[in-house]
């Protein structure tokens, strides 16, 4: 199975703040990456797709990027109401698999 | 609007089957492909498996031959079934649309125990 390790698993921030939450695939997987914004009681959101592409109603503060085998969600500046959890998840080969979790809170 | 709204009991005895319905408004399930996925207590994600447009499915090596997904197309709907099951399946069920991950119902709640 591929290995999706997410970094950190906790991230203490403060508004405003830019922060980037990281996945290390350990296979390839090219492209094949998407990330997820969960808030308690709620069910995942979808915010990256193809691992940059942003999904429809996403603002324009979150990106996603690649470099090599290490995929990164960076939130330019974070507002209130992106405390949550993130999760990505990696679609290029069965099973699935996700990454561990990053759990996003107010510093 | 695409929707979708799992149903089923919200606890389970150990051995037993643990049987779950997501219902299915706004699209065709005979269109794209249709999974489960579930939340571990302590945050951990799993996919299960998924039922296609075409009812072909595709599962979760680590759940064995303890799964099923089927469907319903007349009631736009499909199901999971999930064999013999221990505490270690308690968890928060998500069914999916999972060619795109981009809806998903509100989850259900299901704890093994007796």
């Known amino acids: 199975d591929i290995q999706m390790t997410q970094s950190p698993s906790s991230l203490p921030a403060s508004l405003g703040d830019r922060v980037t939450i990281t996945c290390r695939a350990s296979?390839?997987?090219?492209?094949?990456l998407r990330w997820f914004q969960q808030k308690p009681g709620k069910s995942p959101r979808l915010m990256i797709y193809?691992?940059?592409n942003l999904a429809a109603g996403v603002p324009s503060r979150f990106s996603g990027s690649r470099s090599g085998s290490d995929y990164s969600l960076t939130i330019s500046s974070l507002e209130s109401e992106d405390m949550a959890d993130y999760y990505c998840?990696?679609?290029?080969?069965?099973?699935?698999?996700f990454g561990g979790g990053t759990k996003l809170e107010l510093k | 609007e695409v929707q979708l709204q799992e149903s089923g009991p919200g606890l389970v005895k150990p051995s037993q089957s643990l049987s779950l319905t997501c219902s299915v408004t706004?699209?065709?399930?005979?269109?794209?492909?249709w999974g489960w996925i579930r939340k571990f207590p302590g945050n951990k994600m799993e996919w299960m498996g998924y039922?296609?447009?075409?009812?072909?499915?595709s599962y979760n090596p680590s759940l064995k031959s303890r799964i099923s997904i089927t469907r319903d197309t007349s009631k736009n709907q499909f199901f999971l079934q999930l064999n013999s099951v221990t505490t270690e399946d308690t968890a928060t069920y998500y069914c999916?649309?999972?060619?795109?991950?981009?809806?998903w119902g509100q989850g259900v709640m299901v704890t093994v125990s007796s």
């Open positions: 999916a649309r999972t060619m795109h991950f981009d809806y």
């Open positions: 706004g699209y065709s399930i005979t269109s794209n492909y």
């Open positions: 039922i296609s447009y075409s009812g072909s499915t």
């Open positions: 296979q390839d997987i090219g492209n094949y």
């Open positions: 193809g691992a940059t």
């Open positions: 998840l990696q679609s290029k080969e069965s099973p699935l698999t």
